[in-house]
């Protein structure tokens, strides 16, 4: 089939290029000409395992293009995905314009019928929006094409993209016309052949189903997160409360980690609009208002924990490993570092940080900490530090040499934000320990 993909972030990259992987033509578009440029080269904006590779063999067989000619892209596509961002507004509500731009380019452009598929994580009565928007474009051309719009919410686990992708739990698709349902089928077909569901349903149902998932898991974390508190001040142990807990079948074991809060460009934003648009319906929403707090006042639990060591942080050396707000990805939006080093900077010490990926990234959101620095590896930064703080649970930083590490720092405080050591080894050691919910 041809698609076309407006956007070519996270979701647009990774959904056009695996669609391509597929056998179907797929242009992705983008208003950015340096991007696009750079994607014809192979260059990719984003980290995440095994999408350069798989970009690069598509652009090399021809099924994956690049451009910034959204009129070729919608005429030549049957069908248009919207994989544009939806950033929070002010009052936390999820900003649409740029949906709605294409959508509105789709109405001025489009030739034949066409399938529009919100792929962008957007609020219920979205599609509503978007179907006004393509009319009055037809309107005003005189013309009475058919289209559909249909919702696809993306489920993608950023770190696992491509692996979601071809093997995902669910495919929600939101459709309430048969012609369009028998299309998205038979484009889902290889997906749906590894016994993988595709779950059909209508479109408010759909646009609601991505929000209700992540405020779940986002209520999941800041559920343990609230009772690892609870553990530092009874002397109980979060990882063993969390083993207990998971085992009952009707938990389970995923999402019960605690740590140093969550991150990334969906649970934060998303819970907040889901909390607007239950407001606006005249919902309350103590739940989720809950959630969110606990979040936010988990990432700045970690540093207190410091200090606990270090009551005055003045011209101390602190050590960072990890920054972006999980492993296998660079991205930083929401990571409970950049809390983190707010903190640090207010308390004046300073800062020598590493992330496997996330250091161009980070170089840019920390430009304002002129006491912060990038060390080329994990080692590098410990030199002469006084306490090292774990933030993201990279692989590389579960089984360190902790010998060498000792011999480079100053002080031997570790502040286990991610509960990735067993503090009776680390007392083995020779460290001074604290981690959460412990």
């Known amino acids: 089939m041809k698609l ?203 646009e609601l189903t991505k929000y209700a998932a992540n405020a779940m898991l986002a209520t999941r974390i800041s559920l343990m997160n609230e009772i690892a508190a609870l553990c530092e001040e009874v002397g109980a142990d979060i990882k063993q409360v969390a083993k207990g807990i998971g085992l009952d079948s009707r938990i389970g074991s995923r999402f019960l980690s605690a740590g140093a809060g969550y991150g990334g460009s969906c649970f934060p934003k998303d819970v907040k609009a889901l909390i607007q648009t239950l407001e606006n319906h005249g919902f309350n929403t103590s739940i989720l208002r809950a959630v969110d707090y606990v979040n936010e006042r988990q990432k700045k639990s970690i540093v207190p924990k410091l200090k606990r060591f270090l009551p005055d942080l003045e011209g101390k050396k602190i050590a960072l490993w990890g920054l972006s707000f999980k492993p296998k990805t660079d991205d930083m939006r929401e990571a409970p570092s950049l809390t983190i080093v707010d903190q640090l900077s207010e308390e004046y010490a300073t800062v020598s940080c590493y992330d496997p990926e996330a250091m161009e990234n980070a170089k840019v959101m920390f430009a304002k900490h002129k006491n912060t620095e990038f060390c080329g590896n994990s080692y590098d930064c410990l030199k002469d530090a006084d306490a090292l703080i774990i933030i993201t649970e990279w692989d590389e930083f579960r089984s360190p040499d902790f010998k060498r590490m000792k011999e480079l720092m100053q002080k031997h405080i570790i502040i286990d934000g991610r509960n990735i050591y067993d503090p009776e080894e680390i007392a083995r050691q020779g460290f001074s320990y604290a981690g959460v919910g412990k």
Do not use: W
């Open 4 to 206: 076309a993909m407006f956007g070519t972030g996270y979701v647009g990259l990774v959904t056009g290029t695996c669609f391509a992987d597929l056998g179907n033509d797929v242009i992705c578009v983008d208003i950015d000409q340096k991007k696009i440029d750079q994607l014809k080269k192979g260059i990719i904006p984003i980290y995440e395992p095994g999408l350069s590779d798989l970009v690069k063999r598509n652009v090399k067989a021809k099924r994956l293009n690049f451009t910034i000619d959204a009129a070729k892209a919608i005429k030549e596509s049957e069908i248009i995905f919207i994989c544009v961002g939806t950033p929070q507004g002010n009052t936390g509500k999820a900003d649409l314009q740029y949906v709605l731009d294409v959508a509105k380019a789709i109405g001025e452009q489009m030739d034949d019928y066409k399938i529009i598929v919100t792929k962008s994580t957007v609020p219920v009565g979205t599609g509503d929006k978007v179907k006004r928007f393509i009319r009055n474009e037809l309107y005003k051309r005189k013309s009475k094409l058919e289209f559909d719009v249909v919702s696809n919410p993306e489920f993608l686990k950023e770190g696992a993209a491509i692996k979601d992708f071809q093997n995902p739990d669910r495919v929600v698709i939101g459709v309430e016309n048969g012609k369009a349902k028998k299309i998205l089928e038979n484009l889902y077909q290889p997906v749906a052949r590894t016994n993988k569901p595709v779950v059909f349903m209508d479109v408010k149902s759909s």
